[in-house]
């Protein structure tokens, strides 16, 4: 049994770029969270989605999008990066209201 | 104010102190989360709450649902204990149930 993994570990991006992250869930979670983690803060809910629908979103714009795979997998996408956009992502995975599984996270920097 | 508010931001204990760490919240939760966050990132999950009181080795969760608190005890702490605690607290009972952290409480456990 596999836990949750994300990739990249680490990223630098420029302003106006757009970036993709992605998480493989913990085997035989179907829900998928994803939060932003900005430096000395708690994490704060992006989205999150189960059996490959969104089902709930936090006060993040639109260019904030994402995805989950038939496997239960899913992508984070951010469009037209912000300097701001500079956080540590994690993802966690879950079986509905069960205990959440983290993902180590992707630290993302845009210059 | 923030819906989730944790107490103190910063500890600094001898090795074999009692720890406290306590978390105030101001929504209806169906859960409450203990969660453990190293300097790398990555976040283990502690203990989820309901009601009533959990203890798994040296740590102790209580829970309050009438006065909206829960306390995180340590005992006879270590420095392997130092980390970030962060209390989540889950809130919606059906689909788009979402985790809102506190800021987390840095704890540093000198030998």
């Known amino acids: 049994e596999t836990g949750v993994t994300q990739s990249p570990t680490h990223l630098i991006k420029t302003r106006g770029q757009q970036v993709t992250l992605r998480c493989s869930s913990q085997?035989?979670?179907?829900?998928v969270s994803w939060y932003q983690q900005a430096l000395g803060q708690g994490p704060q809910f992006i989205f999150q989605?189960?059996?490959?629908?969104?089902?709930g979103r936090g006060n993040f714009p639109p260019r904030f999008s994402g995805l989950q795979f038939p496997n239960y997998s899913s992508e984070l996408n951010v469009n037209a990066l912000e300097l701001d956009d500079s956080a540590l992502y994690l993802c966690?995975?879950?079986?509905?209201?069960?205990?959440?599984?983290f993902g180590p996270g992707t630290r993302l920097l845009v210059l | 104010k923030n819906e989730v508010e944790q107490s103190p931001q910063n500890l600094t204990a001898q090795e074999g102190e009692f720890i406290t760490i306590n978390c105030s919240y101001s929504?209806?939760?169906?859960?409450l989360h203990w969660l453990q966050q190293h300097p790398g990132g990555g976040i283990v999950s502690l203990f989820m709450l309901s009601s009533g009181k959990k203890k798994h080795g040296r740590l102790i969760a209580t829970i309050n649902i009438q006065e909206k608190h829960s306390s995180l005890h340590i005992t006879a702490s270590h420095p392997r204990d130092s980390a970030v605690y962060i209390c989540?607290?889950?809130?919606?009972?059906?689909?788009?149930?979402?985790?809102?952290f506190g800021e987390g409480t840095q704890l540093t456990v000198n030998p």
């Open positions: 929504v209806g939760i169906s859960a």
């Open positions: 989540a607290v889950r809130s919606g009972e059906t689909s788009g149930s979402r985790l809102t």
């Open positions: 085997s035989g979670h179907n829900t």
């Open positions: 989605y189960y059996r490959e629908e969104e089902n």
């Open positions: 966690a995975s879950s079986l509905r209201q069960s205990d959440p599984y």
